[in-house]
């Protein structure tokens, strides 16, 4: 009976313990994890780069512009995220620039003459010759920007967006990004 009361009370402090482990005072520091889907201004982005989790830990940046001084930019949505992942660095553009005013499905493209483009760039920090870029896309009809809330009051864009885009000097080198999302407070 007294072995069974000391399990108990080991079972119930272990139980009670914070996010701190047990055998040290440091905290436990969770996993990165993709964002939830929010529409609130919470600055947050993320998507599945080939399944693998990407949210930004150098650079998050976005703007858009509301402004009708600059013409060439009003109405423009632009996206910029990197991260850092041992020797590499990798990083998105995402723009809108077709005068986005409503939400919606905008359609996603390579050429940063047309209205609407993505690129992932990235180079290895050891060797920085090593320089990466996708910007073709595989299906163009899969490849878009979902604007679920653009508040020019609150100055909150938030979206969710999928493409695939293809290494334009290996089309067999392909990089498929799903399940992203951002919120983002202008």
Known sequence: MKVTKLYLLIILFVLSCDKKSILSDKPIIPEPSLPPITMEGKNTFGCMVDGELFVPNDYFQYYYYSW????????????????????????????????????????????????????MIGYNHQDSLHFFEYTNFANDSNNYLNLMRLDTISRIASGTFQFQLINPEDNADTIKVTEGRFDVRY
Do not use: C, M, W
């Not at 850092?84 to 996603?108: A, M, P, W």
């Open 68 to 119: 009708k001084d600059n013409p060439d930019f009003y109405g423009t949505l632009s996206l910029r995220a990197s991260r850092k992942k041992s020797n590499e660095q990798q990083g998105f553009l995402i723009q809108l620039r077709d005068r986005v005013f409503i939400t919606g499905k905008h359609h996603l493209f390579t050429n940063p003459n047309t209205s609407n483009y993505v690129r």
